[in-house]
C-alpha cells in the first residue's frame, strides 16, 4: 500500500486509494482534535475515529457522477464539504457498526 499526499491549504494529508472499473475507495489520514481517517467511496463519506464513526450525509456519486477515480482537487472539494457541514452526521459506536443495525433504513 503506497500513500501518497494531498494539500490543502497549508496542510498535508496521506491518503491512499484503491479502485477498480467499478467503484473506488480513498482512506485519508486527517486529524479534527483527534487522530482519524476519512473515508470516501462512491456511495458514502465517514470519517473512522479510534472508538467511532461519524456517517456523514455527503454521497460523493452525487457530486462527481461520473467519475470512475478521485482527482486530488476533488478530494480537497469534498473535505471542504465535510468541513462546511460542521461535520454533520450521525455517530455509530464500534457495537452498532459490527452489529450492522446502521444497515436498517429506520436507524436513521
Not at 486529524?31 to 456511495?43: E, K, L
Not at 460523493?60 to 482537487?73: G, M, N
Amino acid at each position: 500500500m503506497k500513500y501518497k499526499n494531498l494539500a490543502k491549504g497549508n496542510k498535508i494529508y496521506n491518503y491512499v486509494e484503491f479502485f477498480d472499473d467499478e467503484e473506488y475507495y480513498y482512506e485519508i489520514d486527517a486529524c479534527f482534535n483527534q487522530d482519524a481517517n476519512v473515508i470516501i467511496s462512491p456511495g458514502g463519506m465517514s470519517v473512522v475515529f479510534e472508538d467511532r464513526v461519524l456517517h456523514t450525509n455527503i454521497t460523493p456519486a452525487s457530486i462527481f457522477p461520473f467519475a470512475k477515480r478521485l482527482q486530488e482537487a476533488q478530494l480537497v472539494y469534498l473535505l471542504q464539504v465535510l468541513q462546511d457541514s460542521g461535520y454533520e452526521g450521525k455517530f455509530l459506536t464500534l457495537d452498532e457498526i459490527n452489529s450492522e443495525v446502521w444497515l436498517d433504513e429506520d436507524f436513521y
